[in-house]
Protein backbone atom coordinates (compact mmCIF):
# COMPACT_ATOMS: atom_id res chain seq x y z
CA UNK A 1 0.00 0.00 0.00
CA UNK A 2 1.47 3.70 -0.77
CA UNK A 3 1.76 5.68 2.21
CA UNK A 4 2.19 9.31 0.56
CA UNK A 5 -0.54 9.24 -1.72
CA UNK A 6 -2.07 12.78 -2.31
CA UNK A 7 1.06 14.11 -0.63
CA UNK A 8 2.69 17.13 -2.04
CA UNK A 9 6.99 17.02 -0.93
CA UNK A 10 8.97 20.04 -1.41
CA UNK A 11 12.41 18.15 -1.33
CA UNK A 12 15.42 20.40 -0.73
CA UNK A 13 19.35 19.34 -1.69
CA UNK A 14 21.74 21.31 -0.43
CA UNK A 15 25.58 20.98 -0.79
CA UNK A 16 27.09 17.82 0.44
CA UNK A 17 28.15 14.97 -1.36
CA UNK A 18 25.18 12.86 -0.32
CA UNK A 19 23.47 14.83 -2.79
CA UNK A 20 23.89 12.35 -5.26
CA UNK A 21 21.74 10.02 -3.50
CA UNK A 22 18.62 12.19 -3.63
CA UNK A 23 17.78 11.26 -7.64
CA UNK A 24 17.05 7.98 -5.87
CA UNK A 25 14.74 9.63 -2.68
CA UNK A 26 13.09 11.52 -5.26
CA UNK A 27 12.25 8.44 -7.03
CA UNK A 28 11.20 6.20 -3.51
CA UNK A 29 8.41 8.93 -2.54
CA UNK A 30 7.54 8.83 -5.81
CA UNK A 31 6.58 5.21 -5.16
CA UNK A 32 4.70 5.57 -2.81
CA UNK A 33 2.68 8.03 -4.21
CA UNK A 34 4.05 11.57 -3.43
CA UNK A 35 4.24 13.97 -5.79
CA UNK A 36 7.80 15.86 -5.49
CA UNK A 37 9.47 19.13 -6.57
CA UNK A 38 13.10 19.87 -6.04
CA UNK A 39 14.61 23.34 -4.63
CA UNK A 40 18.67 22.78 -4.85
CA UNK A 41 20.97 25.14 -3.63
CA UNK A 42 23.81 26.77 -5.61
CA UNK A 43 26.50 24.54 -3.58
CA UNK A 44 23.85 21.23 -4.29
CA UNK A 45 24.19 21.70 -7.69
CA UNK A 46 28.03 21.52 -7.97
CA UNK A 47 27.31 17.94 -6.56
CA UNK A 48 24.02 16.99 -8.58
CA UNK A 49 22.74 18.41 -12.07
CA UNK A 50 19.28 20.13 -11.44
CA UNK A 51 18.69 18.45 -14.74
CA UNK A 52 18.69 15.11 -13.08
CA UNK A 53 16.28 16.12 -10.40
CA UNK A 54 14.27 17.41 -12.88
CA UNK A 55 13.91 14.45 -14.98
CA UNK A 56 12.82 12.33 -11.99
CA UNK A 57 10.56 14.25 -10.33
CA UNK A 58 8.74 15.54 -13.87
CA UNK A 59 8.69 18.77 -12.66
CA UNK A 60 10.63 22.20 -12.89
CA UNK A 61 14.19 22.15 -10.36
CA UNK A 62 14.24 25.19 -8.59
CA UNK A 63 17.45 27.43 -7.81
CA UNK A 64 17.38 30.87 -7.83
CA UNK A 65 15.48 33.18 -5.12
CA UNK A 66 15.45 36.32 -7.50
CA UNK A 67 14.70 35.19 -10.71
CA UNK A 68 11.87 36.80 -12.63
CA UNK A 69 10.68 33.88 -14.39
CA UNK A 70 10.51 31.24 -11.78
CA UNK A 71 8.90 33.30 -9.31
CA UNK A 72 6.51 34.59 -11.92
CA UNK A 73 5.74 30.78 -12.59
CA UNK A 74 5.87 29.47 -8.93
CA UNK A 75 8.00 31.89 -6.67
CA UNK A 76 9.09 30.88 -2.91
CA UNK A 77 5.33 31.66 -1.64
CA UNK A 78 3.61 29.24 -4.05
CA UNK A 79 6.33 26.68 -3.62
CA UNK A 80 6.08 27.13 0.55
CA UNK A 81 1.78 27.13 -0.20
CA UNK A 82 2.23 24.06 -2.15
CA UNK A 83 4.01 21.87 0.09
CA UNK A 84 2.39 19.41 2.41
CA UNK A 85 6.00 18.90 3.75
CA UNK A 86 9.30 20.36 3.28
CA UNK A 87 12.27 17.78 3.54
CA UNK A 88 15.18 19.07 3.33
CA UNK A 89 18.07 15.70 2.86
CA UNK A 90 20.91 16.10 2.20
CA UNK A 91 20.97 19.30 5.17
CA UNK A 92 24.82 20.62 5.42
CA UNK A 93 25.89 22.25 8.97
CA UNK A 94 25.86 24.85 6.90
CA UNK A 95 22.12 25.05 6.05
CA UNK A 96 20.92 24.13 9.42
CA UNK A 97 22.91 26.86 10.86
CA UNK A 98 21.00 29.12 8.53
CA UNK A 99 18.13 27.48 9.03
CA UNK A 100 18.17 28.33 12.89
CA UNK A 101 19.03 31.94 12.50
CA UNK A 102 15.95 32.38 10.34
CA UNK A 103 18.08 33.28 6.91
CA UNK A 104 16.83 34.28 3.82
CA UNK A 105 19.47 34.71 1.68
CA UNK A 106 18.54 31.85 -1.14
CA UNK A 107 15.24 30.17 -2.38
CA UNK A 108 15.80 27.08 0.04
CA UNK A 109 16.40 29.18 3.22
CA UNK A 110 13.66 31.89 2.21
CA UNK A 111 10.95 29.11 1.45
CA UNK A 112 11.34 27.46 4.81
CA UNK A 113 10.72 30.14 6.55
CA UNK A 114 7.28 30.91 4.60
CA UNK A 115 6.32 27.40 4.81
CA UNK A 116 3.27 26.81 7.42
CA UNK A 117 3.57 23.17 6.67
CA UNK A 118 5.97 20.47 8.59
CA UNK A 119 9.55 20.80 7.82
CA UNK A 120 12.32 17.94 8.06
CA UNK A 121 16.06 17.68 7.61
CA UNK A 122 17.92 14.61 7.16
CA UNK A 123 21.68 16.19 7.96
CA UNK A 124 24.61 14.66 6.20
CA UNK A 125 28.55 15.68 7.27
CA UNK A 126 31.79 14.45 8.42
CA UNK A 127 31.54 12.95 11.66
CA UNK A 128 33.49 15.81 13.12
CA UNK A 129 31.31 18.41 11.88
CA UNK A 130 28.56 16.51 13.15
CA UNK A 131 30.25 16.50 16.87
CA UNK A 132 30.80 19.90 16.45
CA UNK A 133 29.13 21.71 19.28
CA UNK A 134 27.62 24.43 16.73
CA UNK A 135 25.76 21.73 15.27
CA UNK A 136 24.82 20.23 18.18
CA UNK A 137 23.00 23.18 19.73
CA UNK A 138 21.51 24.21 16.19
CA UNK A 139 20.40 20.38 15.97
CA UNK A 140 18.45 21.43 19.64
CA UNK A 141 17.25 24.87 18.65
CA UNK A 142 15.43 22.75 15.64
CA UNK A 143 14.14 20.29 17.15
CA UNK A 144 13.06 22.88 19.74
CA UNK A 145 11.12 24.50 16.74
CA UNK A 146 9.34 20.98 16.02
CA UNK A 147 11.70 20.52 12.98
CA UNK A 148 12.03 16.86 12.50
CA UNK A 149 15.77 15.42 12.56
CA UNK A 150 15.89 12.68 10.20
CA UNK A 151 19.00 10.56 11.55
CA UNK A 152 21.53 10.89 10.95
CA UNK A 153 23.53 7.47 10.90
CA UNK A 154 26.83 5.98 11.50
CA UNK A 155 29.43 3.97 9.29
CA UNK A 156 31.85 4.83 6.91
CA UNK A 157 31.91 8.39 5.69
CA UNK A 158 32.87 9.80 1.98
CA UNK A 159 36.31 11.29 3.72
CA UNK A 160 37.05 7.73 4.88
CA UNK A 161 36.32 9.04 8.15
CA UNK A 162 34.02 6.83 9.98
CA UNK A 163 31.37 7.97 12.89
CA UNK A 164 27.55 9.90 13.35
CA UNK A 165 27.20 12.30 10.01
CA UNK A 166 26.04 9.87 7.52
CA UNK A 167 22.86 10.37 5.86
CA UNK A 168 19.95 8.29 6.76
CA UNK A 169 19.37 5.10 4.14
CA UNK A 170 17.30 6.41 1.53
CA UNK A 171 14.54 3.80 2.88
CA UNK A 172 15.00 4.89 6.30
CA UNK A 173 14.15 8.32 5.28
CA UNK A 174 10.71 7.75 3.51
CA UNK A 175 9.26 5.61 6.08
CA UNK A 176 10.21 8.77 8.39
CA UNK A 177 8.65 10.62 6.12
CA UNK A 178 5.44 8.83 5.71
CA UNK A 179 5.21 8.86 9.75
CA UNK A 180 4.93 12.60 9.88
CA UNK A 181 1.44 12.18 8.08
CA UNK A 182 -1.40 9.93 9.86
CA UNK A 183 -2.12 7.63 7.04
CA UNK A 184 -6.58 7.77 6.32
CA UNK A 185 -8.75 5.38 6.25
CA UNK A 186 -8.85 5.28 2.54
CA UNK A 187 -4.76 5.41 2.49
CA UNK A 188 -3.97 3.97 -0.86
CA UNK A 189 -6.63 2.85 -2.25
CA UNK A 190 -8.13 3.98 -5.86
CA UNK A 191 -11.61 5.80 -6.10
CA UNK A 192 -13.71 6.32 -8.62
CA UNK A 193 -16.75 8.91 -8.25
CA UNK A 194 -19.50 9.75 -10.87
CA UNK A 195 -20.89 13.05 -10.08
CA UNK A 196 -23.53 15.47 -10.94
CA UNK A 197 -26.52 15.42 -14.03
CA UNK A 198 -25.86 13.72 -17.68
CA UNK A 199 -27.34 15.92 -20.83
CA UNK A 200 -29.48 14.14 -23.40
CA UNK A 201 -29.77 16.93 -26.41
CA UNK A 202 -32.84 16.74 -28.23
CA UNK A 203 -31.32 19.98 -30.72
CA UNK A 204 -28.21 21.86 -31.04
CA UNK A 205 -30.26 23.88 -28.42
CA UNK A 206 -32.49 21.60 -26.26
CA UNK A 207 -31.26 18.76 -23.82
CA UNK A 208 -33.15 16.56 -21.21
CA UNK A 209 -31.20 16.60 -18.08
CA UNK A 210 -32.43 16.58 -13.98
CA UNK A 211 -31.84 18.97 -10.87
CA UNK A 212 -28.64 16.96 -9.97
CA UNK A 213 -26.14 19.85 -8.60
CA UNK A 214 -23.22 17.59 -7.94
CA UNK A 215 -22.27 19.10 -4.65
CA UNK A 216 -22.67 15.73 -2.78
CA UNK A 217 -20.28 13.33 -5.78
CA UNK A 218 -17.82 16.40 -5.10
CA UNK A 219 -18.05 16.57 -1.51
CA UNK A 220 -17.40 12.66 -1.49
CA UNK A 221 -14.28 12.86 -3.61
CA UNK A 222 -12.65 15.14 -1.47
CA UNK A 223 -13.58 13.45 1.65
CA UNK A 224 -12.05 10.10 -0.34
CA UNK A 225 -8.60 12.40 -1.20
CA UNK A 226 -8.50 13.59 2.43
CA UNK A 227 -8.97 9.56 3.30
CA UNK A 228 -5.73 8.96 1.54
CA UNK A 229 -7.54 7.69 -1.14
CA UNK A 230 -6.37 8.87 -5.27
CA UNK A 231 -9.70 9.62 -6.90
CA UNK A 232 -10.86 10.34 -9.96
CA UNK A 233 -14.06 11.81 -10.68
CA UNK A 234 -15.84 11.68 -13.70
CA UNK A 235 -18.52 14.56 -14.06
CA UNK A 236 -21.68 15.73 -15.83
CA UNK A 237 -22.00 19.45 -16.06
CA UNK A 238 -22.05 21.51 -12.96
CA UNK A 239 -20.87 25.10 -11.52
CA UNK A 240 -18.61 23.47 -8.62
CA UNK A 241 -14.79 23.76 -8.67
CA UNK A 242 -13.43 20.55 -8.86
CA UNK A 243 -11.87 19.60 -5.67
CA UNK A 244 -8.14 19.96 -5.74
CA UNK A 245 -6.03 16.81 -6.51
CA UNK A 246 -9.35 14.64 -8.23
CA UNK A 247 -8.22 13.73 -11.38
CA UNK A 248 -11.55 14.80 -13.37
CA UNK A 249 -13.08 13.86 -16.65
CA UNK A 250 -15.93 15.78 -17.82
CA UNK A 251 -18.63 14.23 -19.82
CA UNK A 252 -22.18 15.53 -21.00
CA UNK A 253 -24.16 12.74 -22.05
CA UNK A 254 -24.52 9.20 -20.40
CA UNK A 255 -22.85 6.63 -23.11
CA UNK A 256 -19.96 9.59 -22.46
CA UNK A 257 -19.91 9.35 -19.20
CA UNK A 258 -20.28 5.45 -19.94
CA UNK A 259 -17.20 5.28 -21.81
CA UNK A 260 -15.14 7.61 -19.63
CA UNK A 261 -16.49 5.04 -16.66
CA UNK A 262 -15.43 1.93 -18.10
CA UNK A 263 -12.01 3.34 -19.30
CA UNK A 264 -10.86 4.63 -15.82
CA UNK A 265 -12.35 1.52 -13.87
CA UNK A 266 -10.38 -0.77 -14.83
CA UNK A 267 -7.45 -0.13 -11.79
CA UNK A 268 -10.12 1.08 -9.40
CA UNK A 269 -10.96 -0.59 -5.87
CA UNK A 270 -13.96 1.47 -5.09
CA UNK A 271 -16.07 2.91 -7.15
CA UNK A 272 -19.26 5.28 -6.04
CA UNK A 273 -22.11 6.11 -8.93
CA UNK A 274 -23.07 9.51 -7.22
CA UNK A 275 -24.10 10.82 -10.68
CA UNK A 276 -27.75 11.20 -11.38
CA UNK A 277 -27.79 9.72 -14.90
CA UNK A 278 -30.45 10.37 -17.42
CA UNK A 279 -31.70 6.98 -17.99
CA UNK A 280 -33.63 7.47 -21.23
CA UNK A 281 -31.72 9.48 -24.81
CA UNK A 282 -33.73 10.63 -28.10
CA UNK A 283 -33.54 8.29 -30.26
CA UNK A 284 -32.01 11.07 -32.63
CA UNK A 285 -31.02 14.10 -32.43
CA UNK A 286 -31.87 16.47 -34.57
CA UNK A 287 -29.32 18.31 -36.45
CA UNK A 288 -31.41 21.60 -36.95
CA UNK A 289 -33.20 23.62 -33.92
CA UNK A 290 -36.45 21.54 -34.45
CA UNK A 291 -39.15 24.24 -35.35
CA UNK A 292 -42.63 24.89 -33.63
CA UNK A 293 -44.04 24.43 -37.14
CA UNK A 294 -43.14 20.70 -37.52
CA UNK A 295 -45.82 19.71 -35.28
CA UNK A 296 -49.22 19.06 -37.07
CA UNK A 297 -51.43 22.09 -35.81
CA UNK A 298 -52.86 21.54 -32.14
CA UNK A 299 -51.43 18.44 -32.22
CA UNK A 300 -47.84 18.54 -30.21
CA UNK A 301 -44.99 16.62 -30.92
CA UNK A 302 -43.76 13.14 -29.20
CA UNK A 303 -40.24 12.21 -28.44
CA UNK A 304 -39.33 8.87 -28.75
CA UNK A 305 -36.81 8.14 -26.15
CA UNK A 306 -34.18 5.25 -26.12
CA UNK A 307 -32.55 3.32 -22.55
CA UNK A 308 -29.25 4.56 -21.94
CA UNK A 309 -27.01 1.85 -20.44
CA UNK A 310 -26.90 1.14 -16.74
CA UNK A 311 -23.13 2.89 -15.60
CA UNK A 312 -23.13 1.13 -12.49
CA UNK A 313 -24.75 -1.91 -12.99
CA UNK A 314 -22.14 -2.48 -16.01
CA UNK A 315 -19.99 -1.91 -13.15
CA UNK A 316 -21.12 -4.41 -10.51
CA UNK A 317 -21.30 -7.17 -12.70
CA UNK A 318 -17.26 -7.04 -14.45
CA UNK A 319 -15.01 -9.05 -13.02
CA UNK A 320 -13.10 -8.03 -11.11
CA UNK A 321 -15.90 -6.20 -9.52
CA UNK A 322 -14.59 -3.16 -7.58
CA UNK A 323 -16.53 -2.77 -4.04
CA UNK A 324 -19.26 -0.77 -5.47
CA UNK A 325 -22.26 2.07 -3.89
CA UNK A 326 -24.65 3.11 -5.23
CA UNK A 327 -27.31 6.56 -4.64
CA UNK A 328 -31.11 6.13 -5.12
CA UNK A 329 -32.56 8.95 -5.58
CA UNK A 330 -36.80 8.47 -4.50
CA UNK A 331 -39.51 10.65 -4.10
CA UNK A 332 -41.33 7.51 -2.32
CA UNK A 333 -40.61 4.20 -0.95
CA UNK A 334 -37.46 5.35 -0.39
CA UNK A 335 -36.22 2.29 1.64
CA UNK A 336 -38.23 -0.50 -0.56
CA UNK A 337 -36.59 0.56 -3.81
CA UNK A 338 -33.18 1.35 -2.24
CA UNK A 339 -33.02 -2.16 -1.35
CA UNK A 340 -34.49 -3.20 -4.42
CA UNK A 341 -31.64 -1.19 -6.78
CA UNK A 342 -29.13 -2.52 -4.36
CA UNK A 343 -29.95 -6.36 -5.35
CA UNK A 344 -30.98 -6.23 -8.74
CA UNK A 345 -27.82 -3.91 -9.81
CA UNK A 346 -25.38 -6.03 -7.83
CA UNK A 347 -24.09 -3.03 -5.26
CA UNK A 348 -22.24 -3.45 -2.40
CA UNK A 349 -23.90 -0.71 -0.27
CA UNK A 350 -26.45 1.98 -1.56
CA UNK A 351 -27.26 5.15 -0.05
CA UNK A 352 -30.84 6.21 0.23
CA UNK A 353 -32.18 9.54 0.12
CA UNK A 354 -35.47 11.46 -0.39
CA UNK A 355 -35.32 14.14 -3.10
CA UNK A 356 -38.80 15.04 -3.00
CA UNK A 357 -37.84 16.70 0.03
CA UNK A 358 -36.49 20.47 -1.07
CA UNK A 359 -34.69 20.57 1.96
CA UNK A 360 -32.65 17.53 1.69
CA UNK A 361 -33.02 17.51 -2.12
CA UNK A 362 -30.47 17.88 -5.05
CA UNK A 363 -29.68 21.65 -4.73
CA UNK A 364 -29.65 21.62 -1.13
CA UNK A 365 -26.49 21.80 1.14
CA UNK A 366 -27.73 19.22 3.83
CA UNK A 367 -28.68 15.60 3.01
CA UNK A 368 -30.48 12.88 5.13
CA UNK A 369 -29.73 9.18 4.04
CA UNK A 370 -30.10 5.31 4.83
CA UNK A 371 -27.70 3.39 4.52
CA UNK A 372 -28.36 -0.20 3.42
CA UNK A 373 -25.84 -2.99 2.92
CA UNK A 374 -27.07 -6.59 1.67
CA UNK A 375 -27.52 -7.88 5.26
CA UNK A 376 -28.47 -4.30 7.31
CA UNK A 377 -29.37 -0.35 7.31
CA UNK A 378 -27.84 2.59 9.02
CA UNK A 379 -30.19 5.75 8.92
CA UNK A 380 -27.94 8.54 9.40
CA UNK A 381 -29.42 12.16 11.06
CA UNK A 382 -29.61 15.10 8.65
CA UNK A 383 -26.37 16.70 8.06
CA UNK A 384 -24.51 18.80 5.51
CA UNK A 385 -23.22 17.02 2.76
CA UNK A 386 -19.22 17.33 3.23
CA UNK A 387 -19.99 15.81 6.92
CA UNK A 388 -22.58 13.03 4.86
CA UNK A 389 -19.35 12.55 2.74
CA UNK A 390 -16.88 12.59 5.80
CA UNK A 391 -19.18 9.44 7.32
CA UNK A 392 -20.11 7.80 4.12
CA UNK A 393 -16.25 7.59 3.46
CA UNK A 394 -15.82 5.68 6.59
CA UNK A 395 -18.29 3.53 6.76
CA UNK A 396 -17.03 2.34 3.30
CA UNK A 397 -13.46 2.03 4.43
CA UNK A 398 -15.19 -0.42 7.64
CA UNK A 399 -16.99 -2.77 5.24
CA UNK A 400 -14.12 -2.85 2.16
CA UNK A 401 -11.48 -3.65 5.10
CA UNK A 402 -14.00 -6.38 6.55
CA UNK A 403 -14.42 -7.53 2.83
CA UNK A 404 -10.45 -7.98 2.76
N1 LIG B 1 -27.21 4.76 -12.37
C1 LIG B 1 -26.29 4.48 -13.36
N2 LIG B 1 -26.67 4.45 -14.67
C2 LIG B 1 -27.94 4.67 -15.01
C3 LIG B 1 -28.92 4.96 -14.01
C4 LIG B 1 -28.51 4.99 -12.71
O1 LIG B 1 -25.13 4.28 -13.05
N3 LIG B 1 -28.29 4.63 -16.29
C5 LIG B 1 -26.79 4.72 -10.96
C6 LIG B 1 -26.85 6.05 -10.24
O2 LIG B 1 -25.61 6.74 -10.33
C7 LIG B 1 -27.14 5.60 -8.81
C8 LIG B 1 -27.97 4.34 -8.98
O3 LIG B 1 -27.71 3.87 -10.30
O4 LIG B 1 -25.97 5.22 -8.11
C9 LIG B 1 -29.45 4.54 -8.82
O5 LIG B 1 -29.86 5.61 -9.65
P1 LIG B 1 -31.41 6.03 -9.75
O6 LIG B 1 -31.56 7.12 -10.74
O7 LIG B 1 -31.94 6.23 -8.37
O8 LIG B 1 -32.02 4.66 -10.26
P2 LIG B 1 -32.47 4.14 -11.68
O9 LIG B 1 -31.76 2.85 -11.92
O10 LIG B 1 -32.33 5.18 -12.72
O11 LIG B 1 -33.99 3.77 -11.40
P3 LIG B 1 -35.30 4.72 -11.37
O12 LIG B 1 -35.01 5.88 -12.27
O13 LIG B 1 -36.36 3.81 -11.88
O14 LIG B 1 -35.51 5.11 -9.94
Redesign the pocket.
Request: glycine share 6%; aromatic share 6%; charged share 20%.
Given at each position: MQTLTNKRVLLGVTGGIAAYKSAELVRRLQDQGADVRVVMTRAAAEFITPLTLQALSQNPVHTELLDSETESAMGHIELARWADLVLVAPATADFMARLVAGRGDDLLTTLCLAAECPLAVAPAMNQAMWANPSTQQNCTSLADRGIHLFGPGAGLQACGETGLGRMLDIEEIVIQTAGLFTSGVLAGRRVLI?AGPTREAIDPVRFITNHSSGKQGYALATAAIEAGASVTIVSGPTHLDPPDRANCVFVTS?NE??NAVQEAVLDVDIF????????YRPVSVSEQKIKKSAAPSNKGITLELV?????????ANSEPKPFT??????TENIME?ARQ?LV??N?DM?IANDVGDDDIGFNSDQNRTTILWPDRTEALPMMSKSALASRIIELIAETVEKDD
Open positions: TTMHIGVAAVADENPDIIATVIGFAAEYKAKLI
